[in-house]
C-alpha cells in the first residue's frame, strides 16, 4: 500500500504473459530432450574391452543427472 507504483507491471501482466509462458514451456522441453538423447545417443552402442555391454540403467543414469546437475 505504501508503493502502489510497483504492482502496476504485474497488473498489467508486463512481466509474465501467455507469451512468456509458452516460450519458458518450449525452452523447458527442448532442454529436457536434449538432457535426455545426448546422453542416450553417447551410449546407444557401448561394449567394453571384454565385449560385455558397457551401458545400462545406472550408468546412463548417473550420466543424465551428472549432465543436469551440470547445466543447472
Same mark, same amino acid.
Given at each position: 500500500?505504501?508503493?502502489?507504483?510497483?504492482?502496476?507491471?504485474?497488473?498489467? !501482466?508486463?512481466? $509474465?504473459?501467455?507469451?512468456? $509462458?509458452?516460450?519458458?514451456?518450449?525452452? !523447458?522441453?527442448? !532442454? !529436457?530432450?536434449?538432457?535426455? $538423447?545426448?546422453?542416450?545417443?553417447?551410449?546407444? +552402442?557401448?561394449?567394453?574391452? +571384454?565385449?560385455? +555391454?558397457?551401458? +545400462?540403467?545406472?550408468? $546412463?543414469?548417473?550420466?543424465?543427472?551428472?549432465?543436469?546437475?551440470?547445466?543447472?
Amino acid at each position: 500500500l505504501e508503493y502502489p507504483k510497483l504492482y502496476v507491471p504485474g497488473q498489467i !501482466s508486463q512481466y $509474465f504473459s501467455k507469451r512468456a $509462458f509458452m516460450m519458458c514451456a518450449l525452452h !523447458s522441453c527442448y !532442454s !529436457s530432450l536434449v538432457l535426455f $538423447f545426448v546422453p542416450y545417443a553417447a551410449t546407444y +552402442d557401448t561394449a567394453r574391452d +571384454d565385449g560385455k +555391454d558397457g551401458a +545400462d540403467y545406472q550408468s $546412463f543414469a548417473l550420466i543424465t543427472q551428472t549432465c543436469l546437475t551440470v547445466t543447472v
